[in-house]
């Protein structure tokens, strides 16, 4: 167990460095001068030579990298170029937000994903599996900013049940009902990944179903519950986590829309605002802390996998 | 020369019949299961509307009437109008052809720079093994942010500047999709056998491998297009993808935001556009996997 995970722990790191290397590189790619950029219209080329030294901007891009590199790994990130403030301040402030939403989607796609792709398993091509074959496919065609926008049409303008947009941070107030105005964001991030998860489950455990070890505990007289969710869903669980794991990318990619569209004030929405205004060092910020959890995420998912079947950890 | 004249021949007269068959094996292909057909039939509309748009339309799509806005559908304006009192129906309409004109131009990029790098990545294993920890850290980056940050470091919106962004973040997926298929041709028989004959490399690229790649290539292309409109709605929406007098479904949908409770229908409409083009591209690329190569279904 120790050999596997020292040598995931090597393409962790690997990972890593070449996010932040592509990182680097596409911030070199920002049409002109980054010193310029930062101090605006009207600096002075005196300002402009002053800010690019400290910056050191005129030394050689190998030492740029550098240092670059030695900034990320201290979690410096520099300051915005418009809230003149710390990158990592700015979206450590932005974080809890996009926290609760994704852990509200997670839960909105493992509460809906695999029950539903268990049921249907349990009697493939019945009416439960035709119907969530439509909805999955349906779901995966569906943009999720407009699912949201019609939800909210429906729940918070005409039915008037839930906020239709904002969120207050819970860990000031201490008010946890403000987690009801996450519910229609939440649904509408998770919905989509949650019909996968449901195809994933229905096909894994339609797999396992035929195994001949199922058979033996059906004729040993075990009840139906038991065969599935003892012998059969553990089995069946190893696609279940990679698709999980995956549903993190499009989580994240799914609440920069979400989070813009009920006005959530989450790292999502604060992307956006910083493409809108050519914040580079937030952007730059953002695309490497999300970078570095995906690989972090992969990393954990690998490892789960030697928990799952222990026959991984020997290859 | 008489052995060229007379492959020559029967080429030519082989043609009729080799339309012939593709046309019967389009037919089967369509009509095997009924949602291929539909989907098909969807994306010919699509064709149709993309192609005559304008011809078709009730009214011209950014024709402002201030005295129509907000109406709901009915009669005269059949999906409703928006804030500016412009038809929905024709602004959908015109929004089709930049649709999928930029669906083509986003898996061209994509087919153009991740077929060569994919195949090369896939033949040598060296330069596969560099290529592919960039690829896999590239993927790192989910999808929206780093068409969002590609399109911060570009600089305007434009529809250059989107077909470079998008097709940037689909390029390392076909990256991916060519490497795994270029590992499994390259242990084939007939690329041994033409190794053993003293074929150049080259030629085993282009004759053997690039050619026994087009299916796997054709089934990425359609997901890349059904991928990439949806992100180029998400961009618009977004407003930071193409500009805003433009007619897009993703754009329309940005515009109606404010109004959504009042005038849903500003959104409902392009929303169904675009989800019904989506939902077709998934549903003819899946039966394309399927009739192509089963196999597939393992890599993608």
Redesign the interface.
């Known amino acids: 167990m120790l050999t596997f995970v020292l040598r995931r722990g090597v393409g962790l790191l690997v990972s890593t460095f070449l996010v932040t290397t592509i990182t680097f590189v596409l911030m070199q790619m920002i049409p002109g001068d980054p010193a310029a950029v930062m101090l605006g219209a009207n600096a002075t080329p005196e300002q402009i030579e002053i800010l690019r030294e400290s910056w050191g901007l005129n030394q050689p891009i190998l030492v740029q990298f550098v240092r670059y590199l030695g900034n990320f790994l201290r979690g410096n990130f520099g300051d915005s170029l418009f809230h003149r403030k710390p990158v990592l301040g700015i979206i450590g402030q932005r974080a809890e937000t996009s926290i609760w939403l994704g852990a509200a989607a997670l839960l909105v796609v493992v509460g809906l994903g695999i029950p539903a792709g268990v049921l249907a398993s349990i009697r493939p091509n019945g009416l439960t599996d035709n119907a969530m074959l439509l909805v999955a496919l349906g779901g995966a065609s569906i943009p999720s900013f407009w699912l949201g926008l019609m939800l909210m049409t429906l729940f918070a303008g005409r039915l008037g049940w839930l906020p239709s947009s904002g969120f207050t941070s819970i860990l000031e107030t201490g008010n946890l009902a403000n987690l009801k105005s996450l519910v229609l964001p939440a649904f509408s991030l998770g919905f989509v990944n949650a019909a996968l998860v449901a195809r994933t489950t229905r096909s894994s455990m339609l797999d396992v179903l035929q195994a001949d070890y199922i058979t033996t505990a059906r004729a040993k007289g075990l009840r139906g519950r038991v065969v599935i969710m003892k012998h059969a869903f553990r089995n069946a669980s190893i696609p279940i986590v990679t698709v999980i794991s995956f549903t993190f990318a499009s989580l994240v990619s799914g609440a920069v829309v979400t989070e813009t569209v009920f006005a959530l004030p989450g790292v999502g929405s604060l992307i956006v605002q910083s493409v809108l205004k050519r914040d580079y060092p937030v952007i730059q910020g953002i695309m490497f802390i999300v970078a570095v959890l995906y690989v972090v995420i992969n990393f954990a998912t690998d490892l789960s996998y030697a928990l799952l079947d222990p026959r991984i950890r020997y290859r | 020369m008489s052995k060229r004249v007379e492959r020559m021949r029967t080429e030519a007269s082989g043609r009729p019949g080799r339309i012939r068959s593709l046309m019967s094996g389009l037919w089967r292909f369509a009509t095997r299961r009924r949602t291929t057909g539909l989907a098909l039939l969807i994306l010919g509309g699509l064709l149709f509307i993309a192609a005559t748009g304008p011809f078709i339309a009730p009214y011209d799509a950014d024709e402002l009437r201030m005295t129509d806005r907000l109406q709901g559908p009915n009669r005269t304006h059949l999906l409703g109008t928006d804030h500016f009192g412009r038809d929905i129906l024709s602004r959908a309409l015109s929004g089709t052809r930049i649709t999928l004109l930029l669906g083509v131009s986003i898996s061209a990029f994509a087919l153009c720079v991740g077929l060569p790098i994919g195949m090369l990545a896939g033949f040598f294993d060296r330069f596969g093994l560099i290529v592919m ?2 690829v ?3 993927m ?7 068409a ?6 570009l ?1 305007k919106p434009g529809i250059a500047n989107v077909i470079l962004a998008v097709g940037l973040v689909w390029a390392p997926r076909m990256v991916r999709v060519v490497y795994s298929a270029t590992l499994t041709l390259r242990e084939s028989v007939f690329v041994e056998a033409a190794r053993a004959l003293g074929v150049k490399t080259s030629r085993i690229l282009l004759r053997h491998i690039a050619i026994n790649l087009i299916s796997p290539v054709i089934v990425q292309a359609t997901f890349t297009f ?1 991928f990439s409109i ?1 992100e180029v ?2 961009l618009n ?4 993808g193409i500009p805003p007098y433009v007619a897009s479904w993703g754009g329309m ?1 940005n515009e109606g ?1 404010t109004y ?2 009042r005038a ?1 229908w500003i ?2 409409f392009p ?1 169904l556009f ?3 083009a ?2 077709s591209f ?2 003819v690329g899946d039966a394309l996997r399927d009739r192509l190569d089963p196999k597939l279904r393992r890599i993608m």
């Open positions: 920890r960039v896999d850290a590239l790192a980056f989910p999808a929206i942010i780093l969002l940050a590609l399109m911060a470091i600089g059904a949806m709605a998400a929406f977004l407003g930071v949908m935001r959504v409770i849903p959104i409902l929303g675009l989800a019904t989506v939902l998934n549903l």
